[in-house]
């Protein structure tokens, strides 16, 4: 955490979290991460899975399937034994075993069947006694690094997880005999009810274009206004960037007066020094050049970053990284003394000219003032 350039008050902040603050999750998260450092590998690959999961374009209904899953919190019958309910634990429809999730989805005779009459080649033995969660995250993750996410085996794979679940239940709730064509009847309805998903979702993703580029609608811009006057933009306009060096932690800032075309002032600088993270780098830029500014008497300002992480922080007035504390404080104060402040995302080529400069400055260690 940076140190402030003025007395301050202590104050207490997590530091395994960008925003400082405890809670639950981030708890659990750093003792996990801590307890399970010897079964490193297994938790990547998991954690891995999950993150495909949450990101795959599939029906909230099949994440959550393929979440309980792989926690063995979906309700057959040895589960709910388990959870205090007096029930018989006998697979209804093969009376082989228990019914738990490793034989409702595997080794049940029915699943079995369904497995060998799926074009996907699943053999339910071939990866010997692991568990149900390692044999699901095996087949989703080789169908997906080899057909990508617009192929056809992952999405059948989980229609067909789905298909014997359904059945399941079909036999348990409504005394269906449950037999595999109806299973495959299932998985052919999911499979039509996931295209439709993806259809409806496409004619979405086309409306929201559609309106993003409306003419009618007013331009979105991303901007944070500091200054007495919260409405407006001023043609005094400044470029800012900030270029940091994550393994030595050395960092570049620059500033630029912006051509506005009309041939008026010019104007830059640029330092050196370190940082812990590119967005404290991309705060102190913009600090400066709003000091750098009012050294010359400017009293109105329109500052352009690239950093929408840096806007991020600098709205509303709770600070989302602990990290850049004091110079948002500084941002703020200093941006409080130009009658109009407004600090603008732009794109990355709107910056170039400073981003020369912070180069400059953080490889020859120099200052340019």
């Keep these: 955490m940076e140190l402030p350039l003025d007395n301050e008050d202590d104050f207490l902040y997590w530091k395994y979290h960008p925003s400082g603050k ?15 450092s010897n079964t490193t590998n297994c938790v990547e690959r998991e954690q891995e899975f999950i993150k495909l999961i949450w990101r795959m374009n599939i029906q909230p209904k ?21 959870r205090g309910m007096r029930i018989e634990t006998d697979c209804d429809r093969c009376r082989e075993g228990e019914e738990n999730s490793q034989h409702l989805f595997r ?8 497995w060998e009459m799926s074009p996907l080649d699943v053999f339910p033995d071939s990866l010997g006694s692991i568990s149900l969660k390692e044999w699901i995250h095996h087949y989703i993750l080789l169908y997906y690094s080899e057909d990508g996410k617009q192929g056809g085996r992952w999405m059948r794979f989980i229609a067909t997880l789905w298909g014997l679940w359904k059945a399941r239940n079909a036999r348990c709730f409504r005394n269906a005999v449950g037999t595999s064509s109806q299973v495959r009847d299932f998985i052919d309805a999911a499979i039509q009810d996931h295209e439709h ?12 274009a559609i309106g993003r580029d409306d003419p009618t609608l007013p331009p979105g811009f991303i901007c944070v206004q500091l200054g007495k006057e919260r409405t407006g933009f001023d043609d005094f306009r400044v470029e800012v960037d900030g270029s940091w060096d994550k393994t030595t932690t050395r960092v570049g800032i620059g500033w630029a007066i912006k051509d506005n075309g009309s041939g008026g002032e010019t104007g830059e600088g640029g330092k050196y020094g370190v940082a812990a993270s590119a967005l404290q780098c991309e705060a102190w830029a913009c600090l400066e050049a709003l000091r750098w500014a009012r050294s010359t008497e400017r009293n109105e300002i329109l500052v352009l970053t690239d950093s929408l992480s840096l806007l991020n922080n600098l709205q509303g007035n709770s600070c989302k990284e602990v990290s850049i504390t004091w110079c948002l404080k500084g941002l703020k104060e200093v941006g409080a003394l130009f009658q109009r402040c407004t600090i603008l995302k732009v794109q990355r080529d709107q910056v170039q000219r400073a981003n020369d400069i912070t180069r400059q400055c953080r490889v020859n260690v120099m200052n340019l003032v």
Excluded at 107 to 114: G, H, L, M, N
Excluded at 197 to 208: C, D, K, M
């Design 22 to 36: 405890y809670t639950v999750k981030t708890g659990y998260f750093y003792l996990s991460k801590e307890l399970g």
């Design 62 to 82: 099949w994440k959550l399937f393929l979440w309980k899953l792989s926690h063995d919190g979906i309700a057959v019958k040895e589960n709910l034994a388990k």
């Design 197 to 208: 998903f993806i259809y409806r979702a496409g004619i979405l993703s086309e409306e929201e």
């Design 107 to 114: 080794y049940c005779t029915q699943a079995k069947e369904v």
